[in-house]
């Protein structure tokens, strides 16, 4: 796949899960400095990871702590050759994920890497960062996706004092400005957050739907048994592939004979909707790459 939609937390701190994350398959993982890490330990995990990640068997996304104490010491030790980028959670302003491109724009320089490697995945977690999703989506290049708070009894949903369930009617307000926001800041792509029922595959279904529905490209787990279920969710499906080539290919038919209005499939056609599945094509290639 070009991007990582479909992602694997693993705690920073648990050797033996970071070694048995790749039989799972997922897209990348998240190797966890911060809530999966109790605070006496994160300044030796962090220096752990910087050891593993150069050679790590799928692309690393690391999940640093967003506060004065860790965060540029956190960016300036997993910044290395091999690393896919920073998850930044909690983001509320612009300075914030400066911050972040400042540091690795530094480590980019002193390891000899080309300006942009390292990636930066914004978590909105809070209301204020709903507020301002757009700007801090434009706070940086580097800025590749938005990752939106979702998951049952997180931040989001206790600061928004809302119930919890898994048609997600009480968060989507949010869940949808995040990803207009995103959408509207031309983000490749864009990850609803982690599903905390690890056995609740009926409610992992349902939100995964729903999810994908809005327009969510994949999503962040914590659990693996869920990866399965979820790339099938967000993949698209063949027939959609099917009948979207298919448009496309009568209609640039009927361009030659100088039509641009045509009846495909008991539908009116026209550039609008022409635009829309070669849109659909180009984004569902980036789930077979």
Not at 34 to 44: F, G, I, N, Q, R
Not at 75 to 98: C, F, H
Not at 255 to 278: C, R, T
Request: hydrophobic share 40%.
């Amino acid at each position: 796949m070009k991007y990582p939609l479909i992602t694997l937390y693993v705690p920073g701190n648990k050797a033996e899960l970071i070694a048995k994350a790749p039989k799972y398959k997922p897209d990348a993982v998240i190797l966890d400095l911060e809530d999966a890490v109790p605070e006496p330990l994160k300044a030796s995990v962090r220096t752990q990871l910087a050891h593993i990640i150069p050679d790590y068997p799928l692309p690393t996304l690391v999940r640093v702590n967003n506060d004065e104490a860790y965060l540029e010491q956190d960016v300036e030790a997993v910044a290395v050759k091999g690393l896919y980028g920073i998850v930044l959670p909690m983001v509320e302003t612009a300075d914030q994920v400066r911050l972040v491109d400042q540091v690795l724009t530094r480590r980019e320089t002193e390891l000899g890497l080309p300006s942009g490697t390292f990636k930066i995945l914004i978590m909105i977690e809070t209301p204020l960062g709903v507020i301002r999703c757009y700007e801090n989506c434009k706070a940086s290049p580097r800025v590749e996706s938005v990752v939106f708070a979702s998951a049952e009894d997180g931040d989001m949903q206790a600061e928004l004092k809302c119930a919890f369930s898994s048609d997600g009617y009480e968060m989507m307000y949010p869940r949808a400005k995040c990803l207009h926001d995103a959408r509207a800041a031309k983000l490749p792509y864009v990850l609803d957050g982690a599903y905390s029922g690890v056995k609740d595959m009926a409610g992992l279904e349902l939100d995964c739907v729903v999810s994908r529905r809005l327009g969510y490209d994949g999503r962040t787990l914590i659990y693996p048994g869920h990866l399965e279920l979820a790339r099938k969710t967000y993949a698209p499906s063949a027939e959609s592939i099917r009948h979207y080539t298919e448009l496309v290919r009568i209609f640039d038919a009927n361009l030659q004979s100088g039509s641009a209005a045509i009846v495909y499939e008991g539908k009116m056609i026209d550039y609008a909707m022409y635009k829309k599945a070669k849109i659909f094509l180009k984004n569902a290639a980036m789930y077979f790459d």
